[in-house]
């Protein structure tokens, strides 16, 4: 199976720098030109499956990625961003002022970031890896496209790449609407052959 991993476009609360996790925010215009020219440069593309997070933003990315696909994307509350609980809906400056160690955990050491309430950076690849699992098998030898988010993509990324977590932000940076391709063989394992819209090496 050939996975292609889009995330969503730019949102009203990337421009304010807030909190997203699982909360709902959308796409501003500039988000919008961002999922239609990405749209556009994958239209030669002819993917059997389309999954897609059931937050909104993702839901309108996929909108203006697949305009022709509305009817068989099927949308999955597994394929969600991390749950950051308490932390929704804040700025992030306001958490570094306030809780500066777990404001660190989150951007600088992912493998410590443990706040009541959240869920971990394990527990997310956890998520990601378990909604990827069953697709596998019924898409094998298929191009599928997963629209989603970035920390949840970037878990997904590292475990293929078997990349500690404390190295999870490392580069190359999830922008909006990067475009990540895994292809993964008969035993269930997989290659990275495109990351945040770069070509990877098979030699890497």
């Given at each position: 199976m050939e996975l292609h991993l889009i995330?969503?476009?730019q949102t009203n609360w990337n421009e304010e720098r807030r909190v997203q996790?699982?909360?709902e925010s959308e796409l501003t215009s500039l988000g919008i030109?961002?999922?239609q020219e990405l749209g556009e440069r994958i239209?030669?593309?002819?993917f059997d499956k389309i999954f897609c997070s059931s937050s909104k933003r993702t839901r309108q990315t996929a909108e203006h990625v697949f305009p022709?696909?509305?009817?068989?994307?099927e949308f999955l509350d597994s394929l969600r961003e991390i749950f950051l609980g308490p932390w929704e809906g804040r700025l992030y400056d306001d958490i570094q002022t306030e809780e500066a160690?777990?404001?660190?955990?989150?951007?600088q050491e992912p493998h410590l970031f443990d706040v009541k309430g959240a869920e971990t950076f394990y527990d997310l690849q956890n998520r990601a890896v378990t909604a990827v699992e069953p697709m596998l098998g019924e898409h094998h030898q298929q191009q599928v496209v997963i629209v989603s988010h970035g920390a949840l993509i970037k878990s997904l990324l590292s475990h293929i790449e078997g990349r500690p977590m404390h190295e999870l932000w490392a580069p190359p940076l999830m922008h909006?609407?990067?475009h990540s391709i895994i292809r993964y063989n008969a035993d269930g394992s997989g290659e990275i052959i495109q990351y945040a819209d770069q070509s990877v090496s098979s030699n890497s």
């Open positions: 995330r969503h476009g996790g699982q909360s030109q961002q999922a239209s030669q593309l002819n022709d696909r509305q009817h068989d994307i160690d777990s404001h660190r955990h989150f951007w909006n609407c990067a």
